[in-house]
């Protein structure tokens, strides 16, 4: 078995690696055109974060049935099956994408940051036409697309990330009745000639691997947000005075949990939405002070089973009563509810 580890030279730590989640609903953006302006809707989307580690395990060639092919590391072979057969699925020009991806990932490597500007000169298309072909390509389970972000530039955003099959699949049985009839015999004959292979349609249990890895994942905030909650954060009298007046329990854990969710999220986030959390632990359950009605939505709606999965990880026995067990109860309030209910005065 190849124990090499390919991915000893991909800084992963620079980049924080996210995908786009649909959510409903469409933002208007406002677009210039030979027409004058127009108003383009595109659909409301949330980034999240996923770990690098989920991604470097994703094995795309696991899913389907592979087609007979050579296993080569110093060249590509452009079988006929995938010129045959997907070129009728996926067109010839996102075939062609996929062969410039593949020379990107060259060796035995499942995984590609292309110049997609680049690939986009040498095929004669614009950009968002490759973008297209690459969506196609998606679509049809031959690679899976990380956004990136360069945590060490201000976190701007750099070309994608892309796993990638090194081998060609088999059409699923639903994918063989759309061809054109010459070409349903032309596949059939294609079968006949390798005993043991069969069609299954396990290759779309792709898109649902790759989708459940953005469930209960961190959420990157938009500029607006950001904005938003640094406005808020400015004033900070309520966060100061609990701290000065918290009891032992909520100082350690609050201090612990803290040390721990660092670990996770990163760094943009965690200073966005984590940073002033007070975690209070209070007659069996786990007061959660926010120092706004907006951090408080947020983290309540999104952050509750990344809480739920690395706090109860923390041993607090030692210095605090309590514990963070996975079915602890979870209330969020308003530190300035903390303030009224556990203290008498204000400093």
């Known amino acids: 078995m190849d124990k090499k580890d390919y991915y000893k030279d991909y800084n992963h730590e620079k980049y924080a690696h996210f995908r786009l989640v649909k959510v409903g609903g469409f933002d208007a953006q406002d677009v210039e055109s030979e027409k004058g302006k127009r108003k383009r809707f595109n659909p409301r989307t949330e980034k999240r974060i996923i770990p690098f580690e989920e991604i470097k395990s994703l094995k795309l060639d696991e899913y389907g049935t592979l087609c007979p ?66 969506s196609i390509l998606e679509d049809n389970h031959f690679i899976a697309k990380f956004n990136r972000y360069d945590v060490t530039d201000n976190n701007r955003e750099v070309s994608p990330f ?13 994918m063989v ?10 596949h059939e004959k294609f079968m006949d000639e390798y005993s043991g292979l069969s069609l299954t349609n396990e290759l779309t249990e792709q898109t649902a691997v790759v989708n459940e890895m953005t469930i209960g994942k961190e959420i990157i905030a938009n500029k607006h947000q950001r904005k938003k909650i640094q406005a808020i954060l400015n004033e900070e009298d309520n966060y100061q005075y609990i701290i000065k007046n918290l009891d032992d329990d909520s100082r350690y854990s609050t201090e612990f949990f803290h040390d721990e969710l660092i670990k996770h999220i990163s760094k943009p986030s965690y200073e966005t939405w984590i940073e002033k959390l007070l975690f209070i632990p209070r007659n069996g359950k786990w007061i959660i002070a926010c120092p706004n009605t907006f951090i408080l939505e947020w983290v309540q709606g999104n952050y509750q089973d990344v809480f739920r999965e690395h706090l109860s990880t923390v041993e607090l026995s030692k210095v605090v009563s309590s514990k963070f067990e996975k079915d602890s109860e979870m209330e969020f309030v308003l530190m300035e509810e903390v303030i009224e209910k556990m203290f008498t005065s204000r400093a």
């Open 162 to 174: 892309f796993k990638i099959r090194r081998y060609v699949p088999l059409l699923t049985q639903d």
């Open 69 to 134: 092919q050579l296993d080569t590391e110093d060249y590509i072979v452009i079988g006929n099956y995938l010129l045959d057969f997907w070129g009728a699925v996926l067109g010839s020009d996102a075939v062609l994408l996929y062969q410039h991806l593949k020379r990107y990932a060259f060796g035995k490597k499942d995984f590609c940051f292309p110049d997609l500007e680049m690939i986009g000169l040498k095929m004669g298309k614009s950009p968002n036409t490759v973008k297209k072909y690459l």
């Open 177 to 186: 009745n759309e061809l054109p009839p010459k070409l349903q015999e032309l």
